[in-house]
């Protein structure tokens, strides 16, 4: 293994990377480590490719095992949001827009707070330079589109709690029926997610699963807006139902994008 030293007029050194000040003095002057030079290490053999080793693709970071356990416990934590997004909306349906579907409604809130929190310390993270350049900007790519999906379906509780919608018996199979498939293009996409860092190879299988599910939801998105407007219900009272249909198939429209992204970046790693 050798190490390059760049200095700012672009000539490069092959030697091995000074541990104490007098190795640094061992440079030529033009190649020490001083304000104007930049001192970049890097292998013949890519990095990337280098841990590419039988499950396929791991993002290579200095800081390898704490980022790991960081992302672990923020994509838990959004898979906590999204249960008790569950578990609120089944609440609703069964006693609606009462106390006990308020606590619920809480109890998401502060989970996708908490997810925020922990997608913050992964960004400071990431940006004091824990991964190479290329696959940082990848990675907060990725949290940033991957983060909006616990903020839609507090933000669907928080529409039915603060207008307090009472839900018809006619529409309560379909919204039903659309609330499941959203939640199931969520774990599609996380799936797909974990197949990014553990097998890359059939990342683009899981984003097709994903694409599958957001067109489901779309058919079942026209066929409930259909049934809304043909109801005998006034004007104002339909139009809030069809924004509520719209705000919950949003989940599985931010699901495929997030998707597309993961794609590009398992092609990218693939190259």
């Keep these: 293994m050798s190490w390059w030293l760049d200095d700012d ?3 490069s050194y092959d030697r091995q990377p000074p541990t104490t000040p ?17 001192l970049r290490f890097c292998y013949h053999k890519t990095l990337e490719q280098t841990y590419m080793e039988g499950m396929g693709m791991v993002f290579f970071w200095k800081k390898r095992g704490n980022i790991q356990q960081m992302l672990a416990g923020y994509f838990e934590q959004c898979d906590r949001c999204f249960q008790l997004f569950e578990s609120a909306f089944a609440t609703y349906t069964e006693s609606g827009p009462g106390e006990a579907f308020g606590a619920a409604v809480q109890k998401t809130h502060e989970a996708e707070s908490g997810a925020d929190d922990m997608r913050r310390e992964i960004e400071f993270t ?3 330079k824990a991964l190479l350049p290329e696959s940082r900007g990848d990675l907060l790519g990725l949290l940033e589109s991957f983060d909006r999906l616990p903020n839609i379906v507090e933000t669907i509780l928080f529409a039915i709690k603060c207008q307090c919608i009472e839900m018809p018996q006619t529409l309560l199979p379909d919204y039903k ?11 599609l ?47 104002g009272t339909k139009m809030l139902f069809k924004e509520l249909v719209l705000l919950i198939g949003s989940v599985s429209d931010r699901a495929e994008t997030t998707a597309d992204r993961i794609g590009i970046i398992a092609i990218k790693r693939q190259i």
């Design 126 to 128: 990431l940006y004091g």
């Design 9 to 11: 007029a672009g000539r």
């Design 189 to 235: 996409l996380r799936k797909a997610i974990d197949d990014l860092f553990g097998n890359p190879k059939i990342t683009l299988h899981s984003t097709k699963e994903v694409d599958e599910k957001e067109s489901e939801s779309d058919r079942v998105e026209r066929e409930v807006i259909c049934k809304i407007f043909q109801s005998d219900m006034e004007m």
């Design 22 to 38: 007098e190795d640094d003095c061992k440079f030529p002057p033009q190649g020490r480590l001083t304000r104007a030079v930049t």
């Design 177 to 187: 029926r659309l609330v499941n498939i959203n939640i199931q293009a969520y774990y």
